[in-house]
C-alpha cells in the first residue's frame, strides 16, 4: 500500500514538473540590451539604440511590441532671486505618473527573408509624443503580452522651458527712481487748460455788447410811431430804408407839441373875439 502511494505520488510531481517546463515564462521571455542608456536629445528628439533576443525563433518577420516609458524623474531648469538670470537645474523625482507608449514593428529577417531570433533595432522618441528631459523606467512587451527582458532605467538629457520661480515684486520700481514730487505732474496738465481759457472768452461774444442799447428814460420807443410828424399830412408810415433814431423821435415830438400849441391859441383867440 505505500510502495502504491509513492508511485502515484512521484507520477503527479512527474506531471506538474513536465507541464511547467512546457508552458514559456511569458514574464520573463527573450532579452533586451541598449547601446546607450544615457541619450542626448537632437533637434526635440531621442534616438533609442537596442540589441533584441526573442526569446526562440518568431513565426512573423515583423513582430510588433510596445515600448511602455513611466516617468520616474523629471529635469528641471529654474530661475531663483539667489541666482538672479541664470537658470539653475535640479532632478525632481516622480510618483504615479502615467506611461507613455510607443507600439513599433521589429524586424527579425534579413533581405533574403531568413528570420532570426535577435536582432538590432532602433527608433526615436519625441517632445511631441509628450517626453521631455528627465528619467523614464522601460518595459517592452511582445504582441502575446510576453515580456522581454527586464525594466530599463532610461535618461533622457536635455534641455526643458525654463520655469521662473523668483518672487513676485508688487512695487513700481520707477517710483523709486524718480524723485520729483507728484504735484508736479497735475501742473503741467492744467497748464493747457489755462491757456484754452481767454481763447474760450474772446470766441464767446458778450451778451451786454451784443443787445440793442436800452432806450432812454422816459420815452417810449413806440411813441414816434403813434404821433403823426407835426405838418405832415402823409400817412405816417416809414420809409423803407430809412432806419429809425432816437433822435428823429424827439424831433417829430418837438414838431408835432409846437403845432398842438399853435392850434389852442388861435381856438382861444377867435373865442375872445367874439
Known sequence: MKLACAKFLVSVLAFFGVFVLAVPDASAAGSITYSKT????????W???????????????HVPMRFTFTPVAFYESYLDDKHGDKPQKRTIPLTGQTPLNESVDVDFADTRGTIFDRTRFDFNISRSHNFAAGEYEVVVHRADGAQIGGKTKLSLLGENDVID???????????????KPVTAAPAASEAPAAESTPAAAESTPDPASSASPPAEDGQDPTAAAKVPPGGSKGCGCRTAGVPTTPAGALAALGLASVTVLRARRRVSSRRQAG
Open 47 to 61: 534616438h533609442l539604440q537596442m540589441t533584441i533576443v526573442y526569446g526562440g525563433k518568431p513565426k512573423l518577420a
Open 38 to 45: 544615457s541619450i542626448q536629445e537632437t533637434s526635440g528628439s
Open 165 to 179: 520661480r523668483r518672487a513676485i515684486s508688487f512695487v513700481d520700481s520707477s517710483k523709486k527712481k524718480d524723485n
